[in-house]
């Protein structure tokens, strides 16, 4: 799952059909053929909320004001403020990051954590292939500073279909 990282330093375009942004609630909707593009990495999905944090609640809060001191301005994703706290991704989640490539129903992405998790309604499958290599599950955890993934059942067992011929380290046979 190296394939999976997150990119700090490169910049995100957000395409969709719809955009609705509640500054009072602090989130913004995504609706409509949603695209999240940075630099290798590609989402897709049939809609998209961005959660993010409230920049004035959360400076000075019990603090004495200062009367020289000016309050700080609500963050707002419009102007490129916001710290985003989580996005939650619906209604069929399509990742490719590299050679790498997930399918889902639902998506939940924790900035906090780094955790982006995938997971399938009832009678669906989180798919994750590698090329040639493919992993089903019900439940796909990655961690994307790390790359790390853990892929759990739907009550059954895992599945994984791997091609011996995508190791690097495979050699010919005559």
Do not use: W
Request: proline share 4%.
């Amino acid at each position: 799952m190296s394939g999976m990282k997150l990119s700090n330093d490169q910049p995100i375009q957000i395409e969709s059909d719809k955009l609705e942004i509640h500054d009072q609630e602090h989130t913004a909707l995504f609706t409509g053929n949603v695209k999240v593009v940075q630099g290798t990495t590609t989402m897709q999905s049939g809609k998209m909320t961005v959660y993010y944090k409230d920049k004035a609640a959360k400076s000075g809060a019990g603090a004495p004001a200062q009367p020289e001191a000016k309050p700080e301005k609500s963050a707002s994703l419009a102007s490129g403020s916001a710290d985003i706290d989580k996005i939650l991704v619906t209604d069929k989640v399509y990742l490719v990051s590299g050679t790498q490539t997930a399918t889902a129903d639902d998506g939940n992405f924790d900035m906090a954590s780094q955790t982006f998790i995938l997971t399938a309604d009832q009678g669906n499958k989180v798919i994750l292939s590698d090329g040639p290599n493919v992993f089903t599950g019900c439940k796909l955890t990655v961690h994307m500073q790390t790359g790390q993934a853990e892929l759990e059942s739907c009550g059954g067992r895992v599945q994984i279909q791997l091609d011996p011929k995508s190791q690097p380290n495979a050699q010919k046979q005559n």
